[in-house]
């Protein structure tokens, strides 16, 4: 039983292309994260989704786009892509609201390492 | 903004060792704070949540601390084995959209 599911998990393509990271997340969450985690390992929040919309979009370039068809999808479009692009893309999801202590745990799909040749 | 430092970056030491992994925090107002391990080229393995009202977690032979108040979490690892070896990460849950800020890791060898 896959919690956070990424596909593909690898995905080779060319500058200029368009490409398309599905996420899907059968966890029953309302909150669901993309980060990406450079060639130093450094891992940084992209964009985060509460209940299909939008609620953090940390200065990431207009190309990306993420997209939310319902709570347990997030998608992610890049458009016209550049060497910099080259990445592993990790989504997340989380709980918003908790009807006891305060948790928000965030469980992290398997990744999808992008190179953009 | 949350900012989060991890000392030190590597560290290898001879299996059975006992090894404790800093990580320090700028804001102090955080949900939670999340310890991860990553192997090369794999994803992330979650090893301890401390929720903020916490002082310490435990799993096995890891313990978690954390001091809200100085900023400051550890992990201590008890009897290192060469299975250990891996990145591991800390990440502090904060802001408006609850999002994870990590640290640049902790690269650990633990030599047979």
């Known amino acids: 039983d896959t919690a956070v599911s990424q596909t593909p998990k690898y995905l080779v393509t060319q500058m200029g292309n368009d490409k398309s990271i599905k996420c899907e997340q059968n966890?029953?969450?309302?909150?669901m994260y993309w980060y990406k985690q450079d060639s130093k390992k450094f891992l940084k929040i992209m964009f985060s989704?509460?209940?299909?919309?939008?609620?953090i979009n940390e200065t990431v370039p207009n190309r990306f786009s993420p997209k939310s068809p319902d709570k347990a999808h997030l998608n992610l479009h890049i458009n016209s892509l550049e060497l910099g692009d080259s990445a592993v893309y990790f989504c997340?999801?989380?709980?918003?609201?908790?009807?006891?202590?305060?948790?928000?745990?965030?469980?992290f799909g398997p990744g999808t390492r992008l190179t953009v040749t | 903004k949350q900012e989060v430092t991890q000392i030190p970056a590597a560290l290898s030491v001879p299996e059975g060792e006992n090894l404790v992994l800093n990580c320090s925090f700028t804001?102090?107002?955080?949900?939670?704070l999340q310890w991860f391990r990553q192997d090369p080229g794999k994803g992330l393995t979650s090893l301890l949540l401390?929720?903020?009202?916490?002082r310490e977690q435990t799993s096995g032979r890891l313990n978690a601390s954390l001091d809200k108040s100085s900023g400051r979490s550890t992990l201590y690892i008890a009897a290192s084995q060469p299975g250990d070896s891996a990145t591991y990460l800390c990440?502090?849950?904060?802001?408006?959209?609850?999002?994870?800020?990590f640290g640049s890791g902790t690269q650990l060898t633990v030599l047979p």
């Open positions: 966890l029953g969450h309302d909150t």
């Open positions: 804001d102090s107002a955080i949900y939670n």
């Open positions: 990440a502090v849950n904060s802001g408006s959209a609850r999002q994870l800020t």
């Open positions: 997340a999801s989380s709980p918003w609201s908790s009807p006891g202590p305060i948790y928000y745990e965030q469980y």
């Open positions: 989704y509460n209940n299909k919309e939008l609620i």
């Open positions: 401390i929720q903020s009202s916490q």
